[in-house]
């Protein structure tokens, strides 16, 4: 049995996103409860703090290399060159 997708617009963006019929359920049970003021408001959150999620994972994971010695000594400069070529930003 396939579950049912629900369209749900988000304002201001050229990008729409489908939820799963539970999904939707969810977000508009939230906002009848007075806890979000929309169904975007429910979905901007949910991404919001899955994003700070995986931000404290990865500071966990430096901080454990960090504590285990394995921390490499770099200037902030060369910092910023290897993560602006790890995301393709020198090209």
């Known amino acids: 049995m396939r ?10 963006t050229a990008k729409m996103i ?16 007075g ?4 169904v975007d408001d429910v ?3 949910a991404l919001e703090q899955k994003k700070l999620s995986v931000l404290r994972e990865a500071l966990d994971v430096g901080i454990a290399e960090l504590d285990a010695g ?4 770099t200037t ?5 060159a290897e993560v602006s070529a ?5 090209e």
Not at 18 to 33: G, H, M, T, Y
Not at 35 to 38: A, D, E, F, V
Not at 70 to 73: A, I, M, S, T
């Open 3 to 12: 579950e049912e997708i629900v369209s749900v617009s988000m304002p201001n």
């Open 70 to 73: 394995l921390g490499v000594e």
């Open 86 to 90: 790890e995301l393709g930003l020198n």
């Open 43 to 45: 979905v901007r959150d």
């Open 76 to 80: 902030p400069d060369e910092l910023m």
């Open 18 to 33: 489908e939820l799963p019929a539970d999904l939707q359920a969810f977000a508009e049970e939230r906002v009848r409860a």
């Open 35 to 38: 806890k979000s003021g929309s």
